[in-house]
C-alpha cells in the first residue's frame, strides 16, 4: 500500500501543465471529503461471530473514488478531471511522508514497549513473505491461472515488488502481468479489503493485539493505515498507542527488509512451488486448452505504473497545507483536539520531513523513507535529544487515525483513474490479488501470536 497506494501518472509531454486554480480544486475538494467523512464516524455491524468496522479513512476513500467516476456529470467548479485524479495519486507520496513521521514519533516514544515484542517482529517477516504464496498460489492453480500466478502471489506487489519482477523476468512476461494485476488490484481495493478483514479478525478475539499489529505492517503505507484504523478502533486508548507503535516498526522492517526476503526467499519458492503443485492442481480447471487468467490481456508496462519521480516544491508544499488543514479537521470533529494545538504539531511534523527533504534533495542516493524514519524514530525517544520532549508534548495530540482520512481521500481518486485498467483484470486473478493480500496479514499474525 507505499509504501502508497499508488503514484503519479508518467508524464504527459502534449499537454499543459495543470494551472494553480485546478490543483486549489482540488485540495478544496479534498477537504470537504474529510470533513463529511469524520463527520459521518465510524460505522459497526455484526458479521457472524466478528464485526466490520467501517472508518472515516473509508467513507473518505469510497466518496473520493465516488466523487473521480461522476466527473462528467458535476458543473466544473467540481469536477475532479482524470489528470487532477493522476495529480492526487503523485500528491499522496508527498501526504505519507507526513504519516511516517507521526508513526515514527510514536515509534521512538514506545520504544521499551517495542523491545519488549522481541524476536516476534523478526519472526514475523516470515509470514508477510510467505504468508501471500501460502493461499494465493494454490488457489491462483485452482483457478486456472499460469505463470501470471508467480508475479501475482510472491508478494502483496507493491513498487519495490514490481523492480525484482521486472529485472528478473521482464514486465511484458507472463510473471510481469500478474505482479502488475496484484499492484493494481492493491491499489483499487487493498485498502477498503484488508480494513474489513483486519477489522473483523479483530472482533473475533482470537489473537493478541500486538500479533494484528505485526499483520498490518504489510510494507504499504495506505495499506497498514487501513488494517491498523480498523484494529485500534476496538482498543482502548492506552493500548492503541503501543499497537501503532509496533505496526509502524513492523511496516518499517517489511518495507526495508522484505525486499530482501521477497528477492532471495519468497519468490524463487514460489516459481519453485509452482512448477511442482501447477501440473497437479492445474488439472482441477485443464479442459484441452489454456484458460483465460484475464491477466493477459493487461496492457504493457509502460504507462500502467506511475512514475517514481517526485513533485515539485510547489505541489510539496500545497500537499503539506492540506494535510495541516485536514488533520486538523479530523482533529477537531472526532477527537475533540482544538485546532490551535494540532496546528503546533502539525508544523513540527512539517518541519522534521522539510529538513529530511531538503538533505534528500543535496543527496539524490539518501533512501527518503527509510532515514525520514530514522530522524523521527531519534527525535520521538524522550530525552535524548534536548528538544525531544518539547517534541513529543506537541505532536502527541495528534491523533493517527487524523492522518488516514486525508491519505485515502488521495487514494480514492487514484481509485477513480485507475479503475478502467481494474476492469480488466478478470475476475480470477483479483480474487487472488486479495487472496494474498490477506495472507501476508494472516500469516505475519499467526506468526506473531507464536510468540505471545
Same mark, same amino acid.
Given at each position: 500500500?507505499? $509504501?502508497?497506494?499508488?503514484?503519479?501518472?508518467?508524464?504527459? /509531454?502534449?499537454? =499543459?501543465?495543470?494551472?494553480?486554480?485546478?490543483?486549489?480544486?482540488?485540495?478544496?475538494?479534498?477537504?470537504?471529503?474529510?470533513?463529511?467523512? #469524520?463527520?459521518?464516524?465510524?460505522?459497526?455491524?455484526?458479521?457472524?461471530?466478528?464485526?466490520?468496522?467501517?472508518?472515516?479513512?473509508?467513507?473518505?476513500?469510497?466518496?473520493?473514488? +465516488?466523487?473521480?467516476?461522476?466527473?462528467?456529470?458535476?458543473?466544473?467548479?467540481?469536477?475532479?478531471?482524470?489528470?487532477?485524479?493522476?495529480?492526487?495519486?503523485?500528491?499522496?507520496?508527498?501526504?505519507?511522508?507526513?504519516?511516517? /513521521?507521526?508513526?515514527?514519533?510514536?515509534?521512538?516514544?514506545?520504544?521499551?514497549?517495542?523491545?519488549?515484542?522481541?524476536? =516476534?517482529?523478526?519472526?514475523?517477516?516470515?509470514?508477510?513473505?510467505?504468508?501471500?504464496?501460502?493461499?494465493?498460489?494454490?488457489?491462483?492453480?485452482?483457478?486456472?491461472?499460469?505463470?501470471?500466478?508467480?508475479?501475482?502471489?510472491?508478494?502483496?506487489?507493491?513498487?519495490?515488488?514490481?523492480?525484482?519482477?521486472?529485472?528478473?523476468?521482464?514486465?511484458? $512476461?507472463?510473471?510481469?502481468?500478474?505482479?502488475?494485476?496484484?499492484?493494481?488490484?492493491?491499489?483499487?481495493?487493498?485498502?477498503?479489503?484488508?480494513?474489513? @478483514?483486519?477489522?473483523?479478525?479483530?472482533?473475533?478475539?482470537?489473537?493478541?493485539?500486538?500479533?494484528? =499489529?505485526?499483520?498490518?505492517?504489510?510494507?504499504?503505507?495506505?495499506?497498514?493505515?487501513?488494517?491498523?484504523?480498523?484494529?485500534?478502533?476496538?482498543?482502548?486508548?492506552?493500548?492503541?498507542?503501543? +499497537?501503532?507503535?509496533?505496526?509502524?516498526?513492523?511496516?518499517?522492517?517489511?518495507?526495508? +527488509?522484505?525486499?530482501?526476503?521477497? @528477492?532471495?526467499?519468497?519468490?524463487?519458492?514460489? =516459481?519453485?512451488?509452482? #512448477?511442482?503443485? #501447477?501440473?497437479?492442481?492445474?488439472?482441477?480447471?485443464?479442459?484441452?486448452?489454456?484458460?483465460?487468467?484475464?491477466?493477459? #490481456?493487461?496492457?504493457?508496462?509502460?504507462?500502467? +505504473?506511475?512514475?517514481?519521480?517526485?513533485?515539485?516544491?510547489?505541489?510539496?508544499?500545497?500537499?503539506?497545507?492540506?494535510?495541516?488543514?485536514?488533520?486538523?479537521?479530523?482533529?477537531?470533529?472526532?477527537?475533540?483536539?482544538? @485546532?490551535?494545538?494540532?496546528?503546533?504539531?502539525?508544523?513540527?511534523?512539517?518541519?522534521?520531513?522539510?529538513?529530511?527533504?531538503?538533505?534528500?534533495?543535496?543527496?539524490?542516493?539518501?533512501?527518503?523513507?527509510?532515514?525520514?524514519?530514522?530522524?523521527?524514530?531519534?527525535?520521538?525517544?524522550?530525552?535524548?535529544?534536548?528538544?525531544?520532549?518539547?517534541?513529543?508534548?506537541?505532536?502527541?495530540?495528534?491523533?493517527?487515525?487524523?492522518?488516514?482520512?486525508? /491519505?485515502?481521500?488521495?487514494?480514492?481518486?487514484?481509485?477513480?483513474?485507475?479503475?478502467?485498467?481494474?476492469?480488466?483484470?478478470?475476475?480470477?486473478?483479483?480474487?487472488?490479488?486479495?487472496?494474498?493480500?490477506?495472507?501476508?496479514?494472516?500469516?505475519?499474525?499467526?506468526?506473531?501470536?507464536?510468540?505471545?
Amino acid at each position: 500500500m507505499t $509504501s502508497s497506494a499508488s503514484l503519479a501518472p508518467p508524464p504527459l /509531454v502534449s499537454q =499543459a501543465p495543470l494551472s494553480l486554480g485546478a490543483k486549489v480544486r482540488l485540495l478544496g475538494v479534498v477537504l470537504v471529503i474529510v470533513t463529511l467523512a #469524520e463527520s459521518l464516524g465510524p460505522l459497526q455491524f455484526n458479521l457472524g461471530p466478528g464485526k466490520v468496522v467501517l472508518l472515516p479513512m473509508l467513507w473518505a476513500l469510497l466518496m473520493a473514488a +465516488v466523487w473521480g467516476l461522476a466527473q462528467g456529470r458535476l458543473p466544473g467548479a467540481l469536477a475532479i478531471s482524470t489528470r487532477l485524479q493522476g495529480l492526487a495519486g503523485a500528491l499522496l507520496n508527498a501526504a505519507l511522508l507526513l504519516f511516517v /513521521v507521526k508513526l515514527s514519533l510514536t515509534v521512538g516514544s514506545a520504544l521499551p514497549m517495542i523491545r519488549q515484542a522481541g524476536w =516476534a517482529l523478526f519472526f514475523q517477516e516470515f509470514g508477510h513473505a510467505l504468508g501471500t504464496l501460502a493461499l494465493g498460489l494454490p488457489l491462483a492453480l485452482l483457478l486456472g491461472i499460469k505463470r501470471e500466478a508467480v508475479g501475482a502471489t510472491f508478494s502483496v506487489g507493491r513498487e519495490g515488488n514490481l523492480v525484482i519482477i521486472g529485472e528478473k523476468y521482464g514486465m511484458a $512476461s507472463a510473471e510481469g502481468r500478474g505482479v502488475l494485476a496484484e499492484y493494481i488490484t492493491g491499489t483499487v481495493l487493498g485498502a477498503l479489503f484488508i480494513a474489513v @478483514l483486519a477489522g473483523f479478525v479483530t472482533s473475533l478475539n482470537v489473537f493478541d493485539p500486538r500479533s494484528l =499489529a505485526m499483520g498490518a505492517g504489510v510494507g504499504s503505507g495506505s495499506l497498514m493505515a487501513a488494517a491498523l484504523g480498523a484494529i485500534t478502533a476496538q482498543l482502548p486508548p492506552e493500548q492503541a498507542k503501543e +499497537v501503532t507503535a509496533i505496526a509502524a516498526t513492523s511496516n518499517l522492517l517489511t518495507a526495508v +527488509v522484505g525486499f530482501y526476503f521477497t @528477492l532471495f526467499l519468497s519468490l524463487p519458492l514460489c =516459481a519453485w512451488l509452482y #512448477e511442482r503443485l #501447477e501440473p497437479v492442481l492445474g488439472r482441477v480447471t485443464r479442459r484441452g486448452r489454456q484458460p483465460q487468467t484475464g491477466a493477459a #490481456e493487461l496492457p504493457a508496462m509502460d504507462g500502467a +505504473v506511475p512514475s517514481m519521480h517526485g513533485l515539485s516544491l510547489p505541489d510539496t508544499v500545497l500537499t503539506w497545507a492540506l494535510m495541516v488543514a485536514s488533520v486538523m479537521i479530523g482533529n477537531a470533529i472526532s477527537h475533540r483536539v482544538p @485546532l490551535w494545538v494540532s496546528l503546533e504539531g502539525m508544523l513540527i511534523v512539517v518541519a522534521i520531513v522539510a529538513v529530511v527533504g531538503a538533505a534528500k534533495r543535496l543527496l539524490p542516493r539518501m533512501p527518503l523513507v527509510l532515514v525520514l524514519s530514522i530522524v523521527a524514530t531519534v527525535v520521538g525517544i524522550p530525552g535524548l535529544l534536548p528538544f525531544s520532549d518539547t517534541v513529543l508534548t506537541l505532536t502527541t495530540p495528534l491523533n493517527f487515525m487524523a492522518f488516514t482520512t486525508p /491519505v485515502l481521500a488521495l487514494a480514492g481518486f487514484s481509485v477513480a483513474k485507475d479503475l478502467p485498467l481494474f476492469r480488466r483484470l478478470g475476475w480470477r486473478i483479483v480474487v487472488v490479488s486479495l487472496t494474498a493480500t490477506a495472507g501476508t496479514f494472516l500469516g505475519a499474525t499467526l506468526i506473531a501470536e507464536f510468540f505471545h
